[in-house]
Structures are given as C-alpha cells and as structure tokens.
C-alpha cells in the first residue's frame, strides 16, 4: 500500500492519559500535515513537518501538543494530558512539496482519539 | 472574515441532475484550489485540483474558477446516490498549508 498509513485507526484514552498518533508518509512524499476534524466541524491544520524540521505550526495548541518528524520513522503526534475536548478525528496529509503538484495532498484514513 | 466559506447544505439533488456546489475565499493572493469528498467517519479523497481561471473537468466532475471574484466551484453532473457526501472546498497560497471550508453535505435522492 502506497498511501498515507496512520495508526492506530482508533484510540481509547482516559482523561489525563497520552495519546501517540503515528504517520508514515505516501512513497516518494517528505512534507506532512496534521489536521484535526472535531464532531460536524470542518478540518483544522494543527501542523506541517519535513524531515527532522517543523515549517508551520500555527495551528497547534501551545500546550500538550507536540509533533515530530524524525529522520527515520513515521511522523508522530503526541497530545498529552488528554481531556475530553480532545476528542477528535486526527487526519495526516502528505506531499512531494514541490513543482506544481507539490502542494497537493493526499489524506490517511484517520485516527479517532476518543477520552473517556 | 473567514478564510474559506462553503454553504454548509444539505444540498439535495435528484438523481440525474446537475449538482452545483460552491466556495468563497478571502485571500486574494491564493494561488491553489480543492475539492475534496469525504464520507461519513472516512477520510477526505482528492477529486479535483485547479490553479488557472475558467474551467477544468474530468469525467462528470467541473472545477471552476474565478480569481477576480474570489470564486471557485465544483459541477457534478449525472448526480449519482453514491455522490451522497460532504465536499470540502480547500485554498492555499504556494507551499503553505490547505485551508479548509466547514464542506457541504451533498444528498442525492434516487
């Protein structure tokens, strides 16, 4: 499967706990997006990544959340201390970044964080 | 202001009819334009992209653009039930992030 991989699809944590969202991008991408789709609401960027590199994260909360993107390995979203608000569809992207395309992106299947 | 602005729907259409759906932006400098469909508890799936005024198509799907107006559409004609979803409409300016409408629910009815 070449596309966008995302685990665990779905995810239980009880208030206070940490969740770890983890991405591995399609072949051939090195740019990936972290967007965040509450219940009957639109899609949110929480953050953009290139290898070892945050280039945009101005749509992350500036507490308890964090992304990475290291060198080797899939990109992960770690929230901690999670509250019920957090519960949400976490949707991760990714794109070659460049030519004329480079700014398409294409979308995992998601990873439903529920708090308990 | 917001930045991208869908009708939120639900839009419904008969099957067979042309379904029209659109989008205003605010940035005029925005260079590139999305449309997504996404199902209930699914992923968005790319459907079209368009970066130049006028029109693009393929297959029963139309992009439209228009810069001047800060508009930008999309035509499904032949309106099947399986188009039946939310379709978000997505802007960004170069190599920044896509901005997402809130999408409008697309109902077809056999």
């Known amino acids: 499967n070449a596309g966008v991989m995302q685990n665990p699809r779905h995810l239980v944590r009880r208030r206070g706990q940490e969740a770890r969202l983890r991405c591995s991008p399609m072949?051939?991408?090195?740019?990936v997006y972290w967007y965040r789709q509450l219940p009957e609401e639109g899609l949110k960027f929480m953050v953009y990544?290139?290898?070892?590199?945050?280039?945009?994260e101005s749509g992350m909360p500036k507490e308890r959340f964090s992304a990475e993107f290291p060198k080797e390995g899939p990109s992960i979203l770690r929230i901690q201390q999670v509250v019920r608000g957090d519960s949400a569809a976490y949707f991760c992207?990714?794109?070659?970044?460049?030519?004329?395309?480079?700014?398409?992106?294409?979308f995992g299947e998601g990873s439903w964080l529920t708090v308990v | 202001q917001k930045e991208v602005e869908q009708n939120s729907g639900p839009l419904s259409v008969p099957e067979g009819a042309i379904a029209s759906l659109n989008c205003t932006y605010s940035?005029?400098?925005?260079?590139?334009f999305f449309w997504y469909r996404q199902y209930s508890g699914k992923s968005p799936e790319l459907i079209m992209s368009?970066?130049?005024?006028g029109d693009k198509e393929d297959g029963r799907f139309t992009a439209q653009l228009n810069k001047a107006s800060q508009y930008v559409s999309l035509l499904i004609r032949d309106s099947q039930p399986s188009d039946s979803a939310t379709y978000l409409c997505?802007?960004?300016?170069?190599?920044?992030?896509?901005?997402f409408g809130k999408g409008t629910r697309l109902s077809v009815i056999a």
């Open positions: 992207a990714s794109s070659t970044g460049t030519g004329s395309a480079g700014n398409t992106i294409y």
């Open positions: 072949k051939g991408h090195s740019h």
């Open positions: 990544l290139q290898k070892e590199n945050i280039i945009d």
């Open positions: 940035d005029r400098v925005s260079q590139s």
């Open positions: 368009i970066y130049s005024n």
């Open positions: 997505a802007v960004n300016r170069g190599n920044t992030p896509l901005v």
